[in-house]
């Protein structure tokens, strides 16, 4: 996103409704309240305006904003000490001062205690100004998403919290019965993660499907390398969420090839990484997964990021997370901008044995591929027209842009089977359905 065009701030919904950004402008004069209006309109954000300092607490009570503007003169209450006002009871807005040359010292000192960001000086300069209210609504909408993520994964936190205080009331009395309930909420945290997973690629449409299929490459490739089932949950937990760090980023860095990015933009996007990890640590369940993530870009030879480590120090589901991921950006322009072929992907992956790449791992890659590719070959899915009732998905089920619809080892019934022959006949008619064989009744 370009931090200079703010026509493009509304934020994308992501399940939670987000009230659009808002700019409160303070004059006591409604000449420069009218000049004001017509220069911010244009931007396409809420635009209120207020003739005095006791008018605009009043509707902050009542209307949340984004930014505001006020002039420092004002009759019974001057700008600093209105803006100071604002600062105590609302926090989160950017607050921006309109000040005199003659009031420069009143104003340095409302820096000083904090409570403006920016100041412009009158008669202001329009673009200036623009430029201005840009920063801060771009710098507000970061904070606003940070704070949305961070209410999600605390939410999910406590929703682990109070299922594990529920199986634990219940050991003593229902061991059989805490078994099946513990599976049941292992599938539902697998699927959370899946369909936060999706989330994620919602960002933007260059990450569409990528999480899901680095996933179950990474899962494979875990399995070949004779991984215990923890480390292989660990690693494919790790590779839906290695994204996570970019929910941050603007629009611009994400859409550019990881290979085409400098100074600025590379940094941040270089930063993605230890974000991510960041974000999960709350949840304990996922601090394995969380160091997995950290360490994806690390290379065999210690001149990866963030920590430069080198060999065996890196985590080994990182090692394969690193294969994986690079594997897929490759084939689908995420490094270089240009799509390859499967071969070729995987030469490029081959070319950097032992020194981007663990040599172990590479050719667990390779063996993931065969096996993928015989899979193919003896593919045999159900049309949709087939599904009866009590089938069990044995994988994801995706739409054409990779978004989880149904999550593997989900038994259908029959409102879920007319739900999906419904979406077949919309969007995909030659849609097929993968599902366990059925097992054998005992005679």
């Excluded at 309109?98 to 202001?124: C, M, Q």
């Excluded at 070949?224 to 980023?249: C, M, R, T, W, Y």
């Excluded at 159900?382 to 989900?410: H, Q, T």
Aim: hydrophobic share 40%; with cysteine.
């Amino acid at each position: 996103m370009n931090m200079n065009d703010t026509s493009q701030l509304q934020p994308a919904s992501t399940g939670d409704a987000i009230a659009p950004l808002a700019v409160l402008c303070v004059d006591d004069e409604r000449g420069i309240l009218s000049s004001l209006r017509r220069l911010l309109r244009p931007l396409g954000h809420q635009v209120h305006v207020a003739e005095s300092a006791a008018e605009a607490l009043g509707l902050l009570e009542t209307t949340p904003v984004d930014l505001v503007i006020s002039d420092m003169r004002m009759p019974e209450m001057d700008g600093a000490e209105f803006l100071a006002r604002v600062r105590a009871r609302w926090p989160q807005p950017v607050r921006v001062l309109l000040t005199g040359y003659s009031d420069l010292s009143s104003t340095i000192d409302a820096i000083n205690r904090g409570e403006i960001h920016r100041f412009v000086s009158k008669p202001w300069d329009d673009e200036h100004l623009l430029s201005v209210v840009r920063d801060g609504l771009s710098r507000r909408m970061l904070e606003r998403e940070r704070e949305q993520l961070r209410r999600r994964i605390e939410e999910q936190n406590q929703e682990l919290l109070q299922m594990n205080v529920l199986l634990e009331e219940k050991v003593e009395a229902r061991t059989a019965e805490l078994a099946l309930a513990n599976d049941h909420l292992k599938q539902n945290f697998l699927t959370s993660i899946k369909v936060f997973s999706n989330l994620i690629e919602i960002r933007h449409p260059v990450l569409k499907g990528h999480s899901r299929r680095v996933s179950e490459l990474a899962r494979t490739m875990a399995r070949l390398l004779n991984l215990p089932q923890a480390q292989i949950n660990e690693v494919f937990a790790a590779s839906l969420l290695h994204d996570i760090g970019k929910i941050g980023l603007s629009d611009e860095v994400i859409a550019q090839p990881s290979d085409r990015l400098v100074g600025e933009p590379l940094k941040a996007w270089r930063a993605h990484a230890a974000l991510g990890e960041s974000a999960l640590l709350a949840l304990d369940s996922l601090r394995a997964s969380a160091r997995i993530i950290r360490h994806h870009h690390e290379r065999y030879d210690g001149k990866g990021f963030p920590d430069g480590l080198q060999g065996e120090a890196i985590p080994l589901g990182a090692r394969i997370l690193a294969v994986a991921n690079d594997f897929d950006s490759y084939m689908h322009g995420l490094v270089c901008g240009t799509r390859h072929s499967e071969d070729e992907s995987f030469d490029y992956i081959a070319r950097g044995r032992g020194s981007r790449y663990d040599a172990a791992v590479v050719e667990a890659l390779s063996a993931a591929l065969a096996e993928e590719a015989n899979a193919r070959l003896r593919d045999d899915a159900l049309p949709v027209d087939k599904l009866e009732p009590g089938m069990v998905l044995s994988r994801d089920l995706v739409d054409r842009d990779g978004r989880l619809l149904l999550a593997a080892d989900f038994r259908m019934d029959g409102v879920v089977i007319r739900q999906i022959r419904d979406y077949a006949s919309r969007v995909n008619p030659t849609m097929k359905v993968h599902v366990h064989p059925p097992v054998s009744k005992a005679s």
